[in-house]
């Protein structure tokens, strides 16, 4: 991945991927629809 493209701060996606049971890294990355279905699963655990 080039660096000058890179829109998003890596350390914000980190800091949102420890509460990853939410979705909020997904939705960070643009990545909607797989958001959503970690936000109702709580993360994948309860499928």
Do not use: E, N, Q, V
Request: glycine share 12%; net charge positive; proline share 4%.
């Amino acid at each position: 991945m080039d660096p000058a493209k890179d829109t998003h701060l890596k350390s914000i996606g980190y800091i949102l991927w420890l509460f990853g049971f939410t979705g909020s890294h997904r939705f960070y990355y643009g990545k909607p629809i797989t958001g959503i279905l970690y936000f109702f699963t709580l993360g994948l655990l309860f499928i």
